[in-house]
């Protein structure tokens, strides 16, 4: 036999740490901002959160749980309506509703999934995008949300700016602690083991003893809540939700596009990617459809020329982790 | 059939059955691949399987797994129906498999793929689940390769994982598909040493192979396959002389 190793392993380097210490200081310094920064660059942060998260969410789907859906918006409405129906018609108040706003999207996401498992690769996109178009159009023939016309955060006005202010950066701050952070401890627990062997190879990793069914389930779910916590917080913002804007199909194409240029699969490609796309959009917006055939030209040749995104690129020139999943083998 | 005896595991050194395999059969549309197979593989033995290509082999093993689910019969690992587990259960109770055509989780290092392994089919945690990957890795010849991107490996390196993750996890009951082919004489070699150790250790193996006379210098018994069907098996030296396996596998008319 031979004699026991006492292995060492390693799971932080010194670029991770200096980037978990940084992300953590920016994100406690959101809820600060309204005692600074303007009103714009606060909506800017808030929309920029929502953003994050929604495509983490979107990268935990598709880059992890192997599932791609375009219709993630089904659950970026639903939050966003659980919020106004709790406090226009249940009179709830409305930061105590947000957090309340994600049980909506499970108790959806839960028997669509049951639906929706038994859909393979394109099947299943085309599944996620019906559900959405179908809940779209369920919510515009609802007279108690006001149909098609939408509904306005009126219970808002009892707040002043500023306290709507201290009120969403704390959201938003809370919103990118869950998603970014929550998914990033997911991925160094044991499931997250899992989780990195089923996005190499789902049928080896279920010959070695992976629930990939359970693992798949549990992964839509938490997509499902996490983006519909970031709908709510996002039309909280926006004080006006219609069918429209709530399941606008144009919120997938923000996914894929941000998880895809940025790196799909890493938790650090979503961040770089929701910066690209969201400066991108301030400095280039207003050349209208000429910019998003760019954008949708980039995606394309990211997608050829370098499919591990603009993430992947930089680990290839400096191979500095933010946020490291793996285990590293040193011998003792 | 070929009129050999000694097909009972139980006829070596008395030991009981770890897997026995009970009628089964499997189609794929109107092609048959698996027949009405039955065999034992006793606890501890090295159990050979072989036949020409297109024989059913790998199905066999997808079969014991529960890769794929079989249209009739059953697979008894320990005495415990499997029919209806899942392969991740499977796993779990011990049966440990590598692919003909290696599947490495490619973006993981080399020792995390044991580690997937070690801690969902072997039920290791911390510190044990890493001595153990890490030992593991060394006795498959891996161990300067621990933290490499399994992508990265060569076909020899990523056919010595699918044994190391195997191992990894710490099977009763270890199935290897076709691990030697493209071996040097002398790595042939190392790799039966490896497999007569792991033996040792109490693993029974189920081993397909090409390389005659890797199989050869290991199997305790072997089964031979053609067209979904068992030719003959027994003894490997039996085996190797029946007339039937000359003509089917070796081409040998007799």
Not at chain 1, 65 to 90: D, E, K, N, P, R
Not at chain 1, 174 to 203: H, K
Not at chain 2, 56 to 79: C, E, H, P, Q, R
């Amino acid at each position: 036999m031979t004699d026991p190793h006492f292995a060492t392993v390693h799971r932080h380097t010194s670029s991770s740490r200096i980037a978990i210490g940084c992300g953590l200081l920016l994100v406690l310094a959101i809820p600060s901002m309204p005692f600074w920064a303007s009103s714009g660059h606060i909506r800017w942060a808030v929309e920029l959160g929502c953003f994050i998260a929604i495509a983490q969410m979107w990268n935990l789907l598709a880059g992890y749980g192997g599932m791609v859906s375009v219709g993630q918006q089904a659950f970026i409405g639903l939050g966003g309506y659980a919020l106004f129906v709790l406090v226009t018609l249940f009179g709830v108040d409305p930061f105590l509703a947000v957090p309340l706003s994600v049980i909506l999207p499970a108790l959806v996401a839960a028997p669509a999934y049951m639906l929706l498992r038994r859909l393979d690769g394109p099947y299943f996109a085309i599944g996620t995008w019906v559900l959405a178009e179908v809940l779209r159009l369920i919510t515009s023939n609802i007279g108690a949300v006001n149909a098609g016309s939408g509904m306005t955060l009126k219970a808002m006005a009892k707040y002043s700016a500023h306290q709507r202010e201290i009120g969403l950066t704390l959201l938003v701050a809370l919103l990118l602690l869950l998603t970014v952070g929550g998914t990033y401890l997911l991925l160094r627990s044991r499931l997250g083991l899992a989780l990195t062997a089923m996005r190499d190879d789902a049928v080896a990793a279920s010959s070695q003893g992976v629930n990939v069914g359970r693992m798949r389930f549990s992964v839509y779910l938490l997509a499902a809540v996490g983006t519909g916590l970031a709908g709510a917080i996002y039309f909280m913002a926006q004080l006006r939700i219609s069918p429209t804007s709530g399941f606008d199909p144009n919120w997938s194409s923000i996914c894929i596009f941000i998880v895809m240029v940025g790196g799909i699969g890493r938790l650090e490609g979503p961040i770089i990617g929701a910066l690209l796309y969201f400066f991108a959009t301030r400095l280039f917006g207003q050349y209208g459809s000429a910019y998003l055939v760019v954008l949708g030209l980039l995606t394309l040749v990211v997608a050829i020329r370098a499919p591990t995104g603009l993430w992947g690129l930089m680990t290839r020139l400096r191979p500095w982790p933010w946020f490291p999943t793996g285990y590293i083998l040193t011998k003792g | 059939m070929a009129g050999l005896t000694d097909a009972s595991p139980e006829g070596h050194a008395g030991r009981a059955a770890l897997l026995s395999a009970r009628n089964l059969s499997k189609s794929f549309g109107a092609l048959r691949v698996t027949q009405d197979l039955s065999f034992e593989v006793g606890r501890g033995e090295v159990f050979g399987v072989l036949g020409p290509n297109g024989a059913g082999k790998t199905t066999v093993f997808n079969l014991i797994s529960g890769d794929i689910a079989a249209d009739v019969g059953a697979v008894v690992l320990d005495g415990q129906d499997m029919t209806g587990i899942p392969a991740f259960k499977r796993a779990a109770k011990g049966i440990g498999r590598t692919y003909q055509i290696p599947r490495p989780y490619t973006q993981m290092s080399t020792f995390e793929n044991l580690l997937v392994s070690a801690t969902f089919a072997g039920q290791m945690r911390g510190q044990a689940a890493y001595d153990h990957c890490a030992t593991t890795l060394d006795e498959c010849g891996l161990g300067d390769k621990a933290n490499r991107p399994a992508g990265s490996l060569t076909l020899l390196d990523r056919k010595r994982l699918e044994l190391a993750r195997a191992m990894a996890g710490k099977p009763k009951l270890l199935l290897l598909d076709e691990i030697a082919g493209g071996l040097t004489d002398g790595e042939a070699k190392d790799l039966v040493t490896l497999i007569a150790r792991l033996r040792d250790r109490g693993v029974t193996i189920i081993w397909i192979e090409h390389v005659l006379h890797a199989i050869m210098a290991v199997a305790d018994r072997m089964m031979v396959l053609s067209f979904g069907e068992k030719i003959a098996e027994g003894k490997p030296d039996a085996v190797m002389r029946d007339a039937e396996v000359r003509r089917v596998y070796m081409g040998i008319e007799a």
